[in-house]
């Protein structure tokens, strides 16, 4: 999962006019910046702190307008049909 993210986040940045080294540079200088370490820990609390990470540095190559989307988006439990028009006003 972590490696799809990070992914997804170098193919943002080329679909932005970024060059592949320069997608690669930014990915590599996020996942610095935010503990790539915590990749290679066994604890569940590592794991998360990961995950955490990695979802943080995609959600920085979203405007601003789109992380406060997001983030109401994120009000909804796991598991839970969410009707296309209440989504689609958020």
Not at 38 to 56: L, N, P, Q, Y
């Amino acid at each position: 999962m972590l490696l799809k993210l990070a992914a997804a986040a170098m193919r943002s940045r080329m679909d932005r006019g970024d060059s592949l080294m320069g997608a690669l540079n930014y990915v590599n200088t996020a996942l610095d910046k935010r503990g790539v370490t915590a990749f290679d820990r066994d604890r569940a609390s590592d794991r998360t702190e990961a995950v955490t990470s990695t979802i943080g540095i995609s959600l920085d190559l979203l405007s601003e307008a789109d992380r406060r989307r997001c983030t109401a988006l994120s009000i909804f439990p796991d598991d839970v049909a969410i009707p296309v028009r209440v989504a689609g006003e958020l």
